[in-house]
């Protein structure tokens, strides 16, 4: 968008993909400084001792000059097609936060990501944190505290403060995410235990805090998804009873 001023904030736990990054911001010409939990010889690359995403945020926002208005945040494992789909949305100064849709290839995300995008559709439940973009004025406005899904923090935050959200389809990232149901199980109880800590950091609309009231009763019709199904049921479970049990770290400590 003409006279837009970008500015990409990159998280990366450790210096794997991060070389690759380089390359595709490069070329895609745009201002740039990767949070990193590794030490690396570039002038672009900032070291920050791995704490959760929550931390490399907060310390990313004091990175971003100040006469930028739109920052990105991108995950370092991920290669952005039609940026500028999500981009235009900004036109319309009641819209606060844009995210991309995540395309898997392989694994059990395949089929999950069909049925989550057809409520991002209706309503933004979630925000996928692989790319967003958000007004500079009110990234500040958020300070996060310790927390699993920030990209839900952020997404419930925006909506607490009256901006508009948009699940733009057009612009998409390609990632991987996980291999197998075990491995999806542990992803979705990390991030469910996320989205409840963030739920109790903010005041998002009624609707979505009804979605996850109901979440976990909701969660055992996805047995008639068969072995896929269960993990995903299993996952939501004990995210949530970690939730319950007092869990507000802000990463993932396997159990």
Partial sequence: MKGTKLFFLVLARDRKYVTEKIMELDDLNVPYVIVCGERMDHPKVVYRAPKGKYDAINFGVKLIPKDVDIVVMNDVDTKIHNFEAALCHFKS?????????????????????????????????????????????????????????EDAYILFKVLELGYNVIFCEECYVETEKTKNEKEDEKYK???????????????????IKLFYVLLPFMSPLLLILG?????????ILLGFIDYLRGDRLGFWQPT
């Fill in 93 to 149: 100064k009641m819209v606060g936060l844009v995210f991309a849709k995540d395309f898997v290839k392989s694994g059990p995300q395949v089929l999950f990501h069909q049925l989550l995008f057809s409520i991002l559709r209706i309503f933004p439940i979630l925000a996928n944190g692989d790319l967003m973009l958000i007004r500079r004025n009110l990234l500040e406005r958020i300070y996060l505290k310790p927390c699993k899904a």
């Fill in 189 to 207: 109880r990390r991030t469910v235990a996320g989205i409840y800590q963030a739920l109790s950091y903010s005041k998002p609309p009624a609707s």
């Fill in 227 to 235: 072995r896929k199904g269960y993990y995903w049921m299993k996952g």
